[in-house]
């Protein structure tokens, strides 16, 4: 009679799958099942899911007796529909993982030709000189298949759990008495969490005695060496540099076929890929480990912003950055996504699975918010894969009018009275007609300003309808994260758009080289230098912070306001006290600020200190914008649809929307529109529009 614990191979579709909710998990987080006849008679065996393979490597490799580092030691793969019957444990991938420190034992051995009583399996590399210094005759090893029927699902069989030699005895770890004092201590190699600080550092610039002076403070700061990384060397710094200094992005020469090469590559970095098709649009969606736990650290409980279509004019394809924003209010990139099409026409197919790969990490991970730069993208689509509110920024429309009427516009009360009416063309709340009104009034008042006009009718006249009724439906982005996306986008710019660089902006293979390098590496050290203080001085101080951040650290007795005439306010200059910087219609976002950052088109922190001041004091109305999705909810309350379904659909939503409704105005924006005259007021109240479709 067959034991219940003894399943046969055929059985295994009938196991569990086994999804630990830690991050990283190892077999002691498994209940095991030993296998009875066939060729894996006795081994154990576990279901898995397939994405799920890596934490699993990476969790065996943490063992506390007998650190280790899997290598594979043989890989195979079929396409799929090669099989017409597979076998119930048939497989599209079949990986073998073996520890480091084995099969061959060079122990005993000086001519480094080992025990051939314990040679390696026939289907493994070629003899490895390199580590003969590692091999302890370890048969620890694993099999990974990817089943043929259940694409998703793993398959684990560990042909031998324990860190032992022919001999059964312990050959490498703490449990090795030949191996005290050792490297052999430790895991073989370093980890992948110190190559990538290690690679990082040299991206940035830092030189390899820095690196190494460094890294030994670091192991004497706790104690001296605890683990194989502990006992980094310069061999394996100078190693690191030789591959940065070896690579470049143009791995081939036909752009598309580099870009495939580049994936093959760096497998664990692409989590959504869409090749270019007569129908279907490139789309190439990257994400690193680093970036991964920047994702689910400030992500969860945060917000989530989408940075869009940037080098939509310079690059082959546009740049979409999704941000999270640390805890000093600074944009972190956490994932990229490179498409030929606009970022909205693919949102559905990418954005399920970048949450999927981070709720695989932790099931409890929600974000509060889900900040877009574009009211065309699918709102529907992002409320139904984060689970969060959206809300919309207004950034990129304010810096791309104030940026254009400063190159187009020479005189400045021109220029500060055609921002104030473009703003309140933005906020209209009233319908179609009144909106052409508003902006043919515009037009006519200013006719003599050809240059802008041209501009404005080309690249805005026909999408403003579509941002006057984003902001009707949804609540607006306050300017903290405004500042903090804008400032993201001044150092992309800067990094990427460096005429050194012109001949390779028509290449995404140059493109996602730069991303994961340069980019990735300066992002990992700011967030190195906020965590541990060492390489202050190697901080940029002109990125350290953003103008959010600037602006709260101006004393409130430096803002010289007359809450009776809110027509300009001064802020008095941090660095030369004899000067004092003038806001034009303060406390909104479409006010203008004299000083050289504002005179760039940039969001300054002189106006935001004017607009938080502004907001604490109650000297200004809310944003229009608010008024409106407040008084819109209240109409929906008081006076619910008659479809029981609709209803309750309704209430679902309303009521949590209703619990928000004091806290919009923080929503909506830190800056706040003047006080509009009566009139305007009481049309307000009679053109109120109906309240946005819920989702």
Same mark, same amino acid.
Request: glycine share 6%; hydrophobic share 35%.
């Given at each position: ?72 030691? +043989? ?24 520890? +480091? ?5 060079? $122990? ?7 025990? &051939? ?28 298949? $990817? ?5 998703? #699902? ?20 703490? #449990? ?23 690679? *990082? ?8 005695? =820095? ?30 540099? $030789? ?10 020469? =036909?752009?598309?076929? *580099?870009?495939?090469?580049?994936? %093959? ?37 945060? &917000?989530?912003? &989408?940075? +869009? ?61 889900? /900040? ?14 984060? %689970? ?28 500060? !009275? ?44 026909? +999408? ?13 982005? *306050?300017? !903290? ?84 005439? /809110? ?20 406390? *909104? !976002? ?7 950052? &504002? ?23 809310? /944003? ?11 109409? /929906?309350?008081?006076? @619910? ?23 919009? !105005? ?6 706040? #529109?003047? @006080?509009?005259?009566?009139?305007? =007021? ?14």
């Amino acid at each position: 009679m067959r034991s219940h614990l003894m399943p046969r191979m055929e059985d295994i579709l009938n196991l569990p799958v086994q999804d630990p909710p830690c991050a990283e998990f190892s077999a002691a987080h498994i209940n095991w099942k030993k296998v009875e006849g066939g060729r894996q008679g006795g081994d154990d065996i576990a279901l898995i899911p397939f994405s799920r393979v890596d934490d699993f490597v990476k969790g065996e490799s943490t063992n506390a007796e007998c650190p280790a580092s899997f290598r594979i030691e +043989s890989r195979r793969k079929r396409p799929e529909g090669s099989i017409s019957k597979p076998r119930v444990d048939g497989y599209l991938e079949y990986t073998l993982y073996w520890c +480091s420190y084995g099969p061959e034992d060079y $122990r005993d051995s000086e001519s480094g030709l080992g025990d &051939s009583s314990n040679n390696k399996p026939a289907s493994g590399k070629g003899s490895r000189p390199g580590r003969r210094h590692m091999m302890r005759g370890c048969l620890c090893h694993f099999t990974v298949k $990817r089943l043929y029927t259940r694409p998703f #699902l793993a398959l684990i069989i560990y042909n031998q759990r324990k860190h032992v030699d022919k001999t059964g005895a312990p050959c490498h770890g703490i #449990l090795d008495r030949d191996a005290v004092g050792t490297r052999a201590m430790y895991a073989p190699r370093i980890s992948e969490e110190l190559r990538q600080k290690v690679m *990082s550092m040299l991206y940035v610039g830092i030189s390899l005695d =820095n690196i190494i002076q460094h890294h030994m403070e670091v192991v004497q700061n706790h104690g001296g060496p605890h683990n194989r990384d502990d006992f980094l060397t310069r061999n394996d710094v100078r190693n690191m540099e $030789r591959v940065i200094r070896n690579s470049s992005h143009m791995l081939l020469d =036909n752009d598309e076929c *580099s870009v495939k090469a580049w994936m %093959q590559r760096h497998q664990k970095h692409v989590f959504f890929f869409q090749a270019n098709s007569g129908s279907e649009p490139f789309i190439l969606g990257i994400q690193t480990d680093w970036q991964l736990q920047q994702m689910l650290h400030y992500g969860h409980n945060g &917000s989530i912003a &989408s940075h +869009s279509t940037f080098g939509s004019k310079k690059l082959k394809y546009p740049l979409c950055s999704l941000l999270v924003f640390d805890s000093s209010r600074n944009a972190i990139p956490v994932a990229w996504v490179i498409t030929s099409s606009s970022i909205g026409q693919g949102i559905h197919k990418w954005m399920g699975i970048l949450v999927e790969r981070i709720q695989t990490k932790d099931p409890r991970w929600r974000p509060n918010a889900f /900040l877009v730069d574009d009211p065309s993208i699918e709102i529907g689509v992002i409320r139904e894969v984060f %689970q969060c509110r959206v809300l919309l920024c207004l950034w990129h429309v304010r810096r791309a009018w104030m940026r254009s009427l400063l190159k187009k516009c020479c005189n400045l009360d021109v220029q500060r !009275e055609m921002f104030k009416h473009l703003g309140q063309i933005l906020y209209c709340t009233k319908n179609r007609p009144i909106i052409v009104d508003a902006i043919q009034e515009f037009m006519q008042i200013f006719v003599d300003q050809c240059a802008f006009m041209n501009y404005f009718r080309r690249r805005w006249l026909p +999408s403003i309808e579509l941002w006057v009724n984003g902001i009707k439906t949804l609540p607006m982005a *306050s300017q !903290e994260p405004n500042a903090a996306i804008e400032s993201y986008h001044l150092r992309l710019k800067t990094k990427l758009f460096n005429e050194l660089y012109a001949n390779h902006w028509p290449r995404v293979d140059w493109l996602i080289h730069i991303l994961t390098t340069e980019i990735h590496s300066f992002y990992w050290l700011e967030q190195y230098i906020i965590e541990t203080g060492y390489f202050e001085n190697m901080r940029d101080e002109s990125f350290t912070t953003n103008s959010w951040y600037r602006a709260l650290h101006i004393p409130e007795s430096d803002v010289l306001l007359d809450e009776q005439n /809110l027509q300009l306010a001064k802020v008095i200059s941090q660095t030369d006290r004899t000067l004092a910087y003038t806001i034009w219609n303060p406390g *909104s !976002e479409f006010c203008i600020c004299d000083c050289p950052w &504002s005179r760039l088109g940039n969001l300054c922190k002189h106006a935001i200190k004017v607009a938080i001041l502004c907001k604490s004091r109650q000297v200004a109305r809310p /944003l229009l914008s608010a008024q409106v999705y407040r008084q819109a909810l209240l109409t /929906l309350l008081q006076n @619910p649809p008659d479809d029981p379904l609709v209803l309750d659909h309704a209430i679902l939503h309303v009521s949590r929307l209703q619990q928000d409704i004091k806290s919009l !105005e923080d929503l909506s924006n830190s800056g706040l #529109l003047q @006080p509009l005259p009566p009139e305007t =007021n009481a049309q307000m109240v009679d053109n109120i529009p109906i309240f946005p479709r819920l989702h």
